[in-house]
């Protein structure tokens, strides 16, 4: 997951279970984006392990290539001019996104 290019939003990293585990956490309002997706296979992507076991430790894997936003104001001006937001409601959600 990267940050996006135009309105970056960035992870907490955290280690909530035990001391090899390492959390990302994204804020609530963080939205994420596919940018790409490509298929390989397990060989390509760490050769020394793949090659001793032979050619039946290698499996197709998925690489999906995701960005990472904050969209929050972007979002409550979209939905107020869709008349989607009670009179008064997005100064308040701004008021508490502030907070």
């Keep these: 997951i990267k940050p996006d290019d135009a309105a970056p ?4 990293h955290m280690m ?3 001391s090899n585990v390492d959390d990302t956490l994204f ?4 939205l994420f984006r596919i940018n790409r997706i490509n298929k390989t296979i397990s060989s390509d992507l760490d050769p020394e392990t793949c090659g001793r076991h032979g050619a ?4 197709p894997v998925m690489i999906i290539e995701v ?5 929050f104001l ?3 001006e979209l939905l107020e001019r869709r008349g989607e937001l009670a ?4 100064e308040r959600r701004l008021e508490e996104w502030v907070a």
């Excluded at 939003?9 to 907490?12: G, H, L, T, V, W």
């Excluded at 804020?27 to 963080?30: E, F, Y």
């Design 27 to 30: 804020p609530l309002d963080a």
């Design 9 to 12: 939003c960035y992870p907490k």
């Design 56 to 59: 039946s430790s290698r499996w």
């Design 87 to 90: 009179p008064g409601e997005l």
């Design 16 to 18: 909530l279970r035990g």
């Design 67 to 71: 960005a990472s936003c904050a969209r």
């Design 74 to 76: 972007e979002v409550s």
